[in-house]
């Protein structure tokens, strides 16, 4: 059944015009001459969920910034998609949106065709149909409002008809995603038709980045978030126009064109002399930048800093791991306990938890293993398809009642 992208409010008159997250192939070919609008100067838009909390939680933000005028270069209002679960709308330029999609084609090898399997709510997906318009050819789209399947995603892979056209193809996923497409043999081979598959919106693991490239599948791993426009760093290597650095204190600098400019709420972009100060901690080692972790996801245990990324990746090394997420959790006598929430490998074998922190010894600090491991079905996910991890405490919280 057809479902027509709806107007949803307009908070401030001939300003933001807020629409119903385009999800399938008839809602996201009437979106896209709108979004060429928006980025040629018209008035800006922002895209909610046709449901669901988010959907609330935006529309909420948006009519408390109702009386704050709107600059006119502003082409989208994007919700943040941080792990606090609590979005911030950032303001994106049709300038540097289109200075990211063109960067990113040059990065790629070319214009080419894009496949959806993101939603429209987030940069990500929004990415993909700013660079379908700069490419000039309409995207596949995977239905976003469906759950993700292999089988799905298989399907709408054959629509973008590779094997017959002589431009390059390429499709944007998030790890859970890339994680299901290698199970299975089908979703490796629909893999095998992408010129370029860029993964992010939350950390991969060196597993999953190894498995992919050993199959033979053409990954290419992206840095970003929505104040830059999306990816801005593949592979480690910044994007044409793109300058990264590392400040003092370790966290991650990023210049560009295509920095937002900043958000809805009045609050200005974090700039330092031009450089946008993220909250991510990283380092550079050879021109190529490595991710360590979050500024915000250190827990004070014992007065021991602890890496909540780097407890992750060590977890996600170990046998039977197949999912990991790491969370403070308030303790009388340490002021925070570091909890491991995690999933099996496979459903056929069982993860013996209690074994867990002894697996990790040696591999982190002793003072950074976890005094808990929880092994749940599947971890909290925040709609970005990065670890909720808001949602990860109060899971441990109600198990231990």
């Given at each position: 059944?057809?479902?027509?992208?709806?107007?949803v409010v307009s908070?401030?008159?001939?300003?933001?015009?807020?629409?119903?997250?385009?999800?399938?192939?008839?809602?996201?070919?009437?979106?896209?001459?709108?979004?060429?609008?928006?980025?040629?100067?018209?008035?800006?838009?922002?895209?909610?969920?046709?449901?669901?909390?988010?959907?609330?939680?935006?529309?909420?933000?948006?009519?408390?910034?109702?009386?704050?005028?709107?600059?006119?270069?502003?082409?989208?209002?994007?919700?943040?998609?941080?792990?606090?679960?609590?979005?911030?709308?950032?303001?994106?330029?049709?300038?540097?949106?289109?200075?990211?999609?063109?960067?990113?084609?040059?990065?790629?090898?070319?214009?080419?065709?894009?496949?959806?399997?993101?939603?429209?709510?987030?940069?990500?997906?929004?990415?993909?149909?700013?660079?379908?318009?700069?490419?000039?050819?309409?995207?596949?789209?995977?239905?976003?409002?469906?759950?993700?399947?292999?089988?799905?995603?298989?399907?709408?892979?054959?629509?973008?008809?590779?094997?017959?056209?002589?431009?390059?193809?390429?499709?944007?996923?998030?790890?859970?995603?890339?994680?299901?497409?290698?199970?299975?043999?089908?979703?490796?081979?629909?893999?095998?038709?992408?010129?370029?598959?860029?993964?992010?919106?939350?950390?991969?693991?060196?597993?999953l980045l190894e498995?992919?490239?050993?199959?033979?599948?053409?990954?290419?791993?992206?840095?970003?978030?929505?104040?830059?426009?999306?990816?801005?760093?593949?592979?480690?290597?910044?994007?044409?126009?793109?300058?990264?650095?590392?400040?003092?204190?370790?966290?991650?600098?990023?210049?560009?064109?295509?920095?937002?400019?900043?958000?809805?709420?009045?609050?200005?972009?974090?700039?330092?002399?031009?450089?946008?100060?993220?909250?991510?901690?990283?380092?550079?080692?050879?021109?190529?930048?490595?991710?360590?972790?979050?500024?915000?996801?250190?827990?004070?245990?014992?007065?021991?800093?602890?890496?909540?990324?780097?407890?992750?990746?060590?977890?996600?090394?170990?046998?039977?791991?197949?999912?990991?997420?790491?969370?403070?959790?308030?303790?009388?006598?340490?002021?925070?306990?570091?909890?491991?929430?995690?999933?099996?490998?496979?459903?056929?074998?069982?993860?013996?938890?209690?074994?867990?922190?002894?697996?990790?010894?040696?591999?982190?600090?002793?003072?950074?293993?976890?005094?808990?491991v929880v092994c749940?079905?599947?971890?909290?996910?925040?709609?970005?398809?990065?670890?909720?991890?808001?949602?990860?405490?109060?899971?441990?919280?109600?198990?231990?009642?």
């Amino acid at each position: 059944m057809r479902r027509n992208n709806a107007h949803v409010v307009s908070p401030v008159a001939g300003a933001l015009e807020v629409l119903d997250s385009p999800s399938n192939a008839t809602d996201v070919l009437s979106f896209l001459p709108r979004l060429e609008q928006a980025l040629a100067g018209s008035s800006p838009l922002m895209v909610v969920p046709r449901s669901g909390q988010l959907r609330e939680l935006l529309l909420v933000a948006v009519r408390s910034a109702a009386a704050r005028p709107i600059d006119d270069r502003i082409a989208l209002v994007v919700p943040t998609s941080g792990s606090t679960g609590v979005p911030r709308l950032a303001l994106l330029s049709g300038s540097a949106l289109v200075a990211s999609a063109d960067a990113t084609h040059r990065a790629l090898g070319g214009r080419g065709r894009w496949l959806l399997a993101l939603p429209t709510t987030h940069i990500a997906g929004l990415q993909v149909l700013v660079r379908s318009l700069r490419s000039g050819l309409a995207p596949a789209v995977l239905d976003v409002s469906e759950p993700f399947t292999v089988e799905r995603f298989v399907v709408a892979v054959a629509g973008l008809d590779a094997s017959t056209s002589e431009h390059p193809h390429y499709c944007a996923v998030v790890p859970t995603q890339l994680q299901r497409l290698l199970d299975d043999g089908a979703g490796i081979e629909a893999l095998w038709q992408l010129d370029a598959v860029l993964v992010g919106g939350a950390a991969v693991s060196p597993g999953l980045l190894e498995r992919a490239r050993d199959a033979g599948v053409p990954i290419v791993r992206t840095y970003g978030m929505t104040e830059t426009s999306g990816g801005c760093v593949y592979d480690g290597v910044p994007i044409d126009g793109v300058d990264v650095a590392v400040g003092d204190d370790g966290r991650v600098l990023i210049r560009g064109p295509v920095l937002f400019d900043g958000y809805l709420d009045g609050g200005a972009a974090a700039l330092a002399d031009g450089w946008f100060v993220t909250s991510d901690i990283g380092r550079i080692a050879d021109r190529v930048l490595s991710i360590e972790g979050r500024a915000d996801n250190v827990i004070n245990t014992g007065g021991v800093k602890v890496s909540a990324e780097s407890v992750e990746r060590a977890l996600l090394g170990l046998p039977g791991v197949r999912d990991a997420v790491v969370v403070g959790v308030a303790d009388p006598e340490w002021g925070e306990r570091v909890v491991a929430v995690v999933t099996a490998a496979s459903e056929a074998s069982a993860l013996d938890v209690d074994v867990v922190p002894e697996r990790l010894r040696g591999q982190v600090p002793n003072e950074w293993l976890p005094r808990t491991v929880v092994c749940v079905e599947a971890l909290p996910v925040l709609a970005s398809g990065k670890p909720d991890r808001v949602a990860a405490r109060r899971l441990v919280a109600d198990l231990e009642r």
